[in-house]
């Protein structure tokens, strides 16, 4: 994937100018994912888990989390997606003490994905 970009091919036979050509190349590939987690504490309130799930891929992946079938959705789950990477922000990590969350990402030539899981406090 490092070597997506464009390439010019110049010849040059010393009479007039030189000739040049160039094409753009655009590696295709599996993806590769990362989940980070984050709590975030609130005095007074339900602790927070943020799940961070970036996914790099070419073409670029679909992300699928499981693992959350149990949880109930109304007002607890939130989905924040940005390029390359899906948010997932969980307003009471109640809901999903001993757990295991996992970020799927998938396309044409491959899916990845990675895993957390969540203890008793």
Same mark, same amino acid.
């Given at each position: 994937?490092?070597?997506? $970009?464009?390439? %010019?091919? =110049?010849?040059?036979?010393?009479?007039? &100018? !030189? &000739?040049?050509?160039?094409?753009?190349?655009?590696?295709?590939?599996? !993806?590769?994912?990362?989940?980070?987690?984050?709590?975030? #504490? #609130?005095?007074?309130?339900?602790?927070?888990?943020?799940?961070? *799930?970036?996914?790099? $891929?070419? !073409?670029? !992946?679909?992300?699928?989390?499981? $693992?959350?079938? #149990?949880?109930?959705?109304? $007002?607890?789950?939130?989905?924040?997606?940005?390029?390359?990477?899906?948010?997932?922000?969980?307003?009471?990590? +109640?809901? %999903?003490?001993?757990?295991?969350? =996992? *970020?799927?990402? +998938?396309? %044409?030539?491959?899916?990845?994905?990675?895993?957390? =899981?969540? +203890?008793? &406090?």
């Amino acid at each position: 994937r490092k070597h997506s $970009g464009e390439y %010019v091919c =110049t010849a040059d036979n010393g009479f007039g &100018a !030189p &000739a040049e050509q160039s094409i753009n190349v655009e590696v295709q590939y599996e !993806p590769i994912v990362t989940l980070e987690a984050n709590y975030i #504490h #609130h005095k007074h309130e339900n602790t927070q888990l943020e799940l961070i *799930c970036y996914a790099l $891929g070419h !073409p670029a !992946p679909l992300i699928k989390w499981k $693992g959350l079938s #149990h949880v109930q959705r109304s $007002g607890n789950l939130h989905f924040n997606i940005r390029r390359a990477k899906e948010i997932l922000m969980i307003n009471d990590i +109640s809901t %999903v003490l001993n757990s295991t969350i =996992t *970020c799927e990402a +998938s396309n %044409v030539l491959g899916k990845a994905e990675d895993s957390f =899981t969540t +203890s008793k &406090a």
